[in-house]
T-cell receptor, first 116, second 112 residues
Framework: AAGVIQSPRHLIKEKRETATLKCYPI?????VYWYQQGPGQDPQFLIS???????DKGSIPDRFSAQQFSDYHSELNMSSLELGDSALYFC???????????????FGPGTRLLVL | TQLLEQSPQFLSIQEGENLTVYCNSS?????LQWYRQEPGEGPVLLVT?????EVKKLKRLTFQFGDARKDSSLHITAAQTGDTGLYLC????????????FGKGITLSVRP
């Protein structure tokens, strides 16, 4: 079965640079979530999109923005990168309108961002 | 702020032993998910529990959702070295289109 695809898998950037992370949800999934996981930490919710509209916002810095496109893929744009942005960034997708009415989030393999 | 407390934080057992780990909260969740995560990889879904008192089995893993939908347990029978990993529980508070709140995870080590 197709899974969530994230690219790139690894990214190294300098301070103050920008980065763009991409997420391709499971086919027919309508919702995308972004999470940030620091070393030894649990995943923290950043932002989510349902049907291309922002549906919820968590602890996402103002330097970050995201959007979901017409093909349901999503991009997380990160500017003025700081050392503390080094983390694993996960995308998860779900089908809100599942006939089973139970929404389950499926995670991608993550993008490991290292800011030097 | 909804919090999920997982316990124990670390567990090291011998292959073949049984174990139970817990995920507790003071908040009610509409559903709760258990994930297993390998280092540097994304969380892999194990199970979703929705109904209070629900019990789900996945081979040697048994998951239970508390009657009040505030807590959950994971029981592993006859642990194997391949069960080693980080087990995360995550709660969904308001149903559809809702972010997950994760616990800190349980690091399980199964010794041969």
């Amino acid at each position: 079965a197709a899974g969530v695809i994230q690219s790139p898998r690894h990214l190294i950037k300098e301070k103050r640079e920008t980065a763009t992370l991409k997420c391709y949800p499971i086919p027919r999934h309508d919702t995308v979530y972004w999470y940030q996981q620091g070393p030894g930490q649990d995943p923290q919710f950043l932002i989510s999109f349902y049907e291309k509209m922002q549906s919820d916002k968590g602890s996402i810095p103002d330097r970050f923005s995201a959007q979901q496109f017409s093909d349901y893929h999503s991009e997380l744009n990160m500017s003025s990168l700081e050392l503390g942005d080094s983390a694993l960034y996960f995308c998860a997708s779900s089908l809100v309108s599942s006939p089973a009415a139970v929404e389950t989030q499926y995670f991608g393999p993550g993008t490991r961002l290292l800011v030097l | 702020t909804q919090l999920l407390e997982q316990s124990p934080q670390f567990l090291s057992i011998q292959e073949g032993e049984n174990l139970t780990v817990y995920c507790n909260s003071s908040s009610v969740f509409s559903s709760l998910q258990w994930y297993r995560q390998e280092p540097g990889e994304g969380p892999v879904l194990l199970v979703t529990v929705v109904t209070g008192g629900e019990v789900k089995k996945l081979k040697r893993l048994t998951f239970q959702f508390g009657d009040a939908r505030k807590d959950s347990s994971l029981h592993i029978t006859a642990a194997q070295t391949g069960d080693t990993g980080l087990y995360l529980c995550a709660g969904n508070s308001t149903g559809a289109n809702s972010k997950l709140t994760f616990g800190k995870g349980i690091t399980l080590s199964v010794r041969p």
